[in-house]
């Protein structure tokens, strides 16, 4: 029996002033999937992600959570949607004068009623998901690009979303520390019970998370290919899709 949609995009056209970015985008992202958005650098990639998360409105189209249209639902339900969504941009987007504990507890203290020592509780709790135990009195100066970006991690499932969003986790960081990333994706999927939602062209990422790819083309303007990347690499419906998957001899790396 298929699992219910959790995200629909229906014939969305996305722009900025007269320029098309992308247009009659069509796909369904099931619940608990974790489905990668990739293509080229310039596709519009983020643009979908910022479309996504309510911070651009479609120029057509409709955005569904469930069976709720986004984009024309007021901005009381937005919020209440949005509010179950979490999100880590691709710096990580701390507040640099902050300790990662109080990073973590500001959504906790804007949209909750808990006291502070239930605060500290779960922000610790949140950090130690993420590996960083002990670290909550740090700032993040005082920490690595990868730890950062694991405190945005822990900040961003600080209210158990029951989806997050990802904008390129793996950029910046070395081999070793985006692997231990793709792994706390795929963990954190599963405890949460979240639907995950990846935006992202690195092929070790893509082949190692994904249980559906949406492919948008740079030069049509639009989605080419949606499906598992496996599939979309063992029969690959154009030549973009093809050369994308294949570039640089990575995938048989990707794939052992």
Same mark, same amino acid.
């Given at each position: 029996?298929?699992?219910?949609?959790?995200?629909?995009? !229906?014939?969305?056209?996305?722009?900025?002033?007269?320029?098309?970015?992308?247009?009659?985008?069509?796909?369904?992202?099931?619940?608990?999937?974790?489905?990668?958005?990739?293509?080229?650098?310039?596709?519009?990639?983020?643009?979908?992600?910022?479309?996504?998360?309510?911070?651009?409105?479609?120029?057509?189209?409709?955005?569904?959570?469930?069976?709720?249209?986004?984009?024309?639902?007021?901005?009381?339900?937005?919020?209440?949607?949005?509010?179950?969504?979490?999100?880590?941009?691709?710096?990580?987007?701390?507040?640099?004068?902050?300790?990662?504990?109080?990073?973590?507890?500001?959504?906790?203290?804007?949209?909750?009623?808990?006291?502070?020592?239930?605060?500290?509780?779960?922000?610790?709790?949140?950090?130690?998901?993420?590996?960083?135990?002990?670290?909550?009195?740090?700032?993040?100066? !005082?920490?690595?690009?990868?730890?950062?970006?694991?405190?945005?991690?822990?900040?961003?499932?600080?209210?158990?979303?029951?989806?997050?969003?990802?904008? !390129?986790?793996?950029?910046?960081?070395?081999?070793?520390?985006?692997?231990?990333?793709?792994?706390?994706?795929?963990?954190?999927?599963?405890?949460? =019970?979240?639907?995950?939602?990846?935006?992202?062209?690195?092929?070790?990422?893509?082949?190692?998370?994904?249980?559906?790819?949406?492919?948008?083309?740079? !030069?049509?303007?639009?989605?080419?290919?949606? =499906?598992?990347?496996?599939?979309?690499?063992?029969?690959?419906?154009?030549?973009?899709?093809?050369?994308?998957?294949?570039?640089?001899?990575?995938?048989?790396?990707?794939?052992?």
């Amino acid at each position: 029996m298929p699992r219910e949609a959790h995200i629909t995009v !229906e014939n969305l056209t996305m722009a900025y002033g007269h320029m098309v970015v992308q247009h009659d985008l069509n796909f369904v992202i099931r619940r608990g999937d974790i489905c990668v958005v990739m293509g080229g650098s310039g596709c519009g990639k983020s643009t979908l992600l910022r479309h996504l998360i309510g911070l651009r409105a479609p120029r057509r189209g409709r955005i569904l959570y469930g069976e709720v249209s986004f984009w024309e639902a007021p901005p009381a339900t937005r919020d209440r949607l949005l509010r179950r969504t979490g999100v880590l941009y691709q710096g990580g987007a701390l507040w640099t004068s902050m300790t990662l504990a109080e990073n973590v507890a500001l959504p906790l203290r804007e949209h909750t009623r808990l006291n502070e020592q239930e605060i500290r509780e779960i922000v610790s709790f949140k950090l130690a998901l993420v590996g960083l135990r002990g670290f909550e009195d740090f700032h993040p100066a !005082e920490i690595s690009g990868g730890m950062r970006k694991r405190a945005g991690l822990a900040r961003a499932i600080a209210l158990d979303p029951e989806i997050l969003f990802f904008d !390129e986790p793996s950029a910046g960081l070395d081999p070793i520390s985006a692997r231990r990333m793709d792994e706390l994706i795929v963990e954190l999927r599963d405890s949460l =019970g979240a639907t995950v939602v990846v935006v992202t062209h690195e092929l070790a990422s893509i082949f190692a998370i994904a249980t559906n790819a949406v492919f948008l083309d740079a !030069e049509r303007r639009t989605m080419t290919a949606y =499906g598992p990347p496996a599939e979309l690499l063992a029969h690959p419906p154009n030549a973009q899709v093809h050369d994308f998957l294949t570039r640089g001899g990575q995938t048989a790396v990707a794939k052992a």
